[in-house]
Structures are given as C-alpha cells and as structure tokens.
C-alpha cells in the first residue's frame, strides 16, 4: 500500500513544524551569513549553576534590558533617578549589581567578595562582568552570584511596590540559603534520574502469563537490503516462534526499527496473543509512537499502524531496552539476509541456540 505524498518538515524528527526547530534553522543560516562571528559567545551563561531565573536576569542586563531609572529616564519614563535604597546615587546596572551600598554587604556576607575582586579589577561594565564570570571555570560559583543578583533585584522592587526592605547583609545570607536549596534539590533530582535510568544488563523473563517478544532490525548498506528479525518467548524464557525478514533499500534507522516491530505485533495480534511485553532497542520508536499526535513524517504510515495495533491491544507493551539484552532478536536480524526473504521459525533457529539459552538461566 502507497502512502498519498504530504508536506514534510525535515528539520524535525517527526516532519512538523515546530517553532523551536524554524528558530534552529535560522540562527544557523544567520550564523552562516555573517561569516560564522559570533562577537559574544553567551552559551556559557546557561551553563552556570543557578535556578533558570537567576540565568534569565543575568542574560536581561547584560542585553541591556534591566529596567532601572536611569534605563527608564533613557526611554522618557518619568521617574525619579535616584536609588530606591541608598537614595544617593542614580540607579543603574552597575549600582544594582554592585555600587550600592546593601549590594556590596550582600556580597560579602554571601561570601562571594574574593571571587569576585579579580573580575572587578577588569570589568568596566557589568555586561563585561556577567560575559567573563559565566566564561569562567567555576560554574558554581557563578551561580551563586546570579542568585545573589537576582536576590538584589528582587529585594530592590519589593522596596518600590511593596515597601519591603531587607539589609544588605540579610540578602547575601538569603542569596545563599537559596541557592544551596536549589543545588540540592538538583543533586536529589538528578540522582532519582540516574536510578530510573539504571536498566537490567540482561535479558529478563516476563512476568507470569505474560510472554516477551524482542524485535530488532540489521542495516546491510554493502548489500542495500535492511532486515528484521523478532522472537517470542514465555514466562519461563523458552522459545515460542521466531521469525525474520529482509527487503531490498537502506531504510533509515527509524523505519527499520518500526517496521521490525510492526512486523511482529502485527503476527502477535493474528496468534492471537494478548499480555506481550515488546522490546526494541530504539529509543525513537518507543519515543515516536508514544507521541499521540499523527505526524507526517516519512514513518508515520509506519508508525500509524504500529499505534493502531497498540489501541486494539491495550496489553501489548512497548519498551526500550539497551542492545546488549536484546541480542537474539539482533542475532536473527543479522542473521535474515543469508535466508530466504522470510522466515518463520517454530523451532529454535541454530544462531540464537546459545544467547536464548544463555538468557534462560
Ligand atoms: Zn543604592
């Protein structure tokens, strides 16, 4: 069956639009005009280790956007031009972050003085300051500055619209209670991450009653044929069927792999067979199929079917596993195109006799 021809976006894995990938293709065009220069490399300032609204102030004032009085008498706002907390000097960028009087308490009492003294010493405007302390190496202690910025700038518009006011020294304090807040709340996240990410290094057995079916797909370039192979074991981890197949073309990985698994839920259904955990090492067909949304890449067909069969089959199981546990499918899918076009197998095949063995201890 042919697909109709549709617009696709080839700009993004799933062929739509999307604003994030036309900003993507056009500062790479834009980056290509002017010769590759990029004056200020500011990437570094999103690297720093702060909470994103510390980071987003940071990049506002060194885009020049911080509205302080001075900045605002610029744009004909009228207001007064001197600091809302001092009230001695005309408030701008440089007064904030570090002229004013509680922003230099602050400073000190967030023990940041030291590392900040020798940028000081060269900085002559705070965007320089911002643009050499984020290009820095130490990444934390940047972040804690942005804090500290951004505990400043917020203590400062509370003293404007809310009357609030806190003294110098209880804002560096503040600035970094709420950064170590934040730095252990991402130590914390991040180790929760790296558990969930934690797979079996092998081949498990289903759950009682359940059967498992591991698909793969080989790439055969030098022979411009792209194969699949799958197998379908029990609770016990004996074989059932197995079963392969090649084509003539190099498919993209993509649709290599969803053809393999099409392929097999497509037999699983007809057999048929209700509670299959299926398992692919391709993270981007689990990924593409679990998107909702049609698509209209050059796999949705593809992938379309495969989410059908899903829908009629609510105890099929589709799940990413690395490849080292999902070698007899491999082996088959390797193995594919030194045999007919396609195979079924209701006896073990010899090539996999040793891995699903071995998989059955
Ligand atoms: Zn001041």
């Known amino acids: 069956m042919v697909a109709e021809d549709s617009l696709v976006w080839i700009d993004s894995t799933h ?13 790479n065009v834009t980056r290509k005009i002017n010769g590759g220069s990029q004056q200020d490399d500011w990437s570094s300032l999103w690297k720093i280790c702060a909470p994103p609204k510390a980071k987003h102030l940071l990049w506002r004032i060194s885009k020049g956007c ?17 600091c809302p907390l001092c009230n001695l000097h005309n408030e701008d960028d ?10 230099s308490q602050a400073r000190l009492s967030a023990g940041l003085d030291q590392f900040l003294a020798p940028f000081l010493l060269q900085a002559s405007s705070v965007k320089e300051l911002i643009f050499a302390i984020c290009s820095g190496t130490d990444k934390e202690l940047a972040g804690l500055f942005a804090m500290l910025v951004w505990v400043l700038w917020n203590n400062r518009n509370n003293v404007v619209w809310n009357e609030l006011q806190d003294n110098g020294r209880n ?3 503040k600035a970094r209670h709420m950064w170590e807040e934040w730095i252990s709340v991402q130590q914390l996240q991040h180790g929760a991450r790296k558990n969930a990410q934690q797979q079996p290094i092998r081949w498990q057995k289903p759950d009682q009653n359940w059967y498992k079916c591991n698909v793969d797909a080989g790439f055969h370039k030098e022979l411009n044929k792209t194969s699949l192979g799958w197998c379908l074991r029990d609770d016990r981890g004996r074989f059932i069927m197995a079963a392969t197949a090649w084509m003539e073309g190099n498919c993209s990985i993509l649709e290599g792999e969803s053809l393999a698994l099409l392929e097999a839920l497509k037999v699983l ?6 509670h299959v955990i299926i398992e692919t ?5 689990v990924d593409a199929i679990s998107h909702l949304r049609g698509g209209s890449s050059e796999f949705s067909f593809i992938s379309c079917n495969i989410k059908n069969i899903l829908l009629c089959n609510p105890n099929f199981k589709v799940k990413f596993i690395k490849r080292q ?4 499918a491999h082996t088959l899918a390797r193995t594919a195109v030194s045999w007919s076009y396609r195979c079924t197998f209701e006896t073990l095949p010899h090539c996999i006799t040793p891995i699903l063995n071995n998989e059955m201890i």
């Open 15 to 27: 062929g739509e639009y999307s604003v994030k990938s036309g900003y993507k293709l056009l500062m």
């Open 325 to 328: 546990t999902n070698m007899v």
């Open 269 to 274: 259904e007809q057999r048929g067979l209700t």
């Open 66 to 82: 911080l509205a302080t009085r001075m900045r605002l008498q610029e744009k004909r706002v009228s207001c007064p031009l001197l």
């Open 281 to 285: 090492d391709s993270k981007s067909v």
């Open 171 to 173: 804002l560096g304090f």
């Open 94 to 103: 440089w007064h904030v972050v570090l002229g004013c009087d509680a922003s």
